[in-house]
């Protein structure tokens, strides 16, 4: 369904660059970045290119249709005319280049559920988290709406791995976290820790209440404050393209990235991290996340 | 006519590294379980992890005593039991391992001074 001839096009191009121009002019002059919503109207998938029709960006460009480069071209097979996507749009310092990073279908199609893009999309603060279903240590089904209310601290582990400076130190950086939100009463009834295993298959109840145990220093109290959990393969997938959590058995082992996520209170994204925090500042972000917006 | 000078001089330097590092000279096996241990063991063992919430023990010395750091006895068992299931916050390795690989290490764990 391509509604822009290429007349229009080129006036929009021609539009856009003015205003690019005049914005560099201004002294803007760094690659700027902008969220994006719109509808697919046309792909190139010799050049990777798609044609989004989108609306006003405010301060930014008026609604118009025009091509972005997109970099990972299974996201351009996936994308049909007609889709309707939210993006981080870039443009280049110069004003030359201009394309989208995490891209998202959000029309209901079906299809992305079922074959989303390789690569993680990790969702954008202020986006809510999807509901998947886990069980615990206790072998009791649990959702992520369980929390709603509390800041919730959300990571993933495998229990097998033999890297100290992975999850063994991330699950000790969190205990660390647990003992003392424990001090203060008000703040362990409003905050909660959940730990994801990516190895469902080796992880099951009996494997992580042994694991969280080993951490809560044999106190199993413990577990109403932080969760030890997996899921399903196509949930965890589901996850893991949200909160950008790589991972990938090689072997007997299974290589991944770190992955720590901050739920606020309304259930939505607050925060990221991979390598670099402190056991402290992660706790403070999720005290933090008690007393500003979000909390119900 | 049996030079006996170089004879004495040539045995003495075959034999006396080994008098000096007395579990320099490792079987077959326990060079397999050293191997192993570098590979496996060491990262977590060797070097102290300031961050850990438990701190790994040293395994020098281990079957010297009567009983591990865990305060179970000091058996063969009892250490393969460790490696395989793993214990408190230290991973199971039984998908890593096979069972001659547990033996191997065990072999040189009794070695590793």
Request: net charge negative.
């Amino acid at each position: 369904m391509h509604s822009a001839t290429p007349r229009s096009q080129f006036k929009a191009l021609g539009t856009f660059a003015l205003l690019l121009l005049l914005t560099v002019f201004v002294g803007c002059n760094r690659t700027r970045k902008y969220p994006l919503q719109g509808e697919v109207v046309a792909k190139n998938a010799a050049t990777n290119e798609i044609t989004v029709k989108h609306g006003d960006i405010p301060g930014f460009m008026p609604a118009m249709a025009m091509p972005y480069h997109v970099k990972d071209p299974a996201v351009v097979q996936e994308l049909q005319p007609g889709d309707k996507i939210a993006a981080e749009g870039f443009v280049s310092k110069d004003g030359n280049d201009y394309w989208l990073e995490d891209v998202r279908i959000t029309n209901d199609t079906g299809r992305s559920q079922a074959k989303t893009p390789v690569a993680p999309h990790m969702l954008i603060p202020g986006e809510p988290v999807p509901n998947v279903t886990l069980v615990n240590q206790d072998g009791r089904t649990i959702h992520l709406s369980d929390f709603a209310g509390q800041a919730l601290l959300v990571t993933f582990i495998y229990t097998r791995c033999p890297m100290p400076n992975f999850c063994p130190r991330l699950s000790s950086q969190f205990a660390k976290i647990h003992d003392e939100l424990k001090k203060n009463p008000g703040d362990y009834a409003k905050t909660h820790l959940l730990t994801i295993s990516f190895d469902p298959k080796y992880d099951n109840p009996a494997v992580l209440r042994k694991y969280g145990l080993a951490y809560l220093d044999d106190d199993a109290s413990g577990f109403a404050h932080w969760d030890f959990a997996s899921t399903n393969p196509t949930d965890l997938a589901h996850l893991a393209q949200a909160f950008g959590l790589q991972y990938e058995e090689e072997g007997d082992q299974i290589a991944h990235n770190m992955s720590i996520v901050l739920i606020a209170p309304d259930g939505t994204v607050a925060r990221f991290w991979t390598t670099d925090w402190t056991w402290t500042e992660l706790m403070e972000s999720m005290q933090q996340a008690l007393h500003s917006r979000g909390q119900k | 006519m049996v030079r006996w000078g170089e004879l004495i001089t040539s045995l003495l330097l075959l034999f006396l590294p080994m008098a000096c590092s007395p579990s320099a000279k490792l079987s077959n096996a326990e060079t397999q379980g050293q191997w192993l241990y570098d590979g496996h063991c060491a990262e977590c063992h060797e070097n102290p992890h300031p961050e850990l919430r438990k701190q790994p023990p040293s395994l020098h010395r281990l079957f010297l005593a009567k009983s591990l750091p865990s305060g179970a006895p000091a058996t063969d068992e009892q250490v393969s039991k460790t490696i395989i299931a793993g214990r408190g916050t230290m991973p199971a390795f039984d998908r890593r391992f096979r069972e001659i690989d547990v033996k191997e290490l065990v072999a040189y764990l009794h070695k590793l001074k």
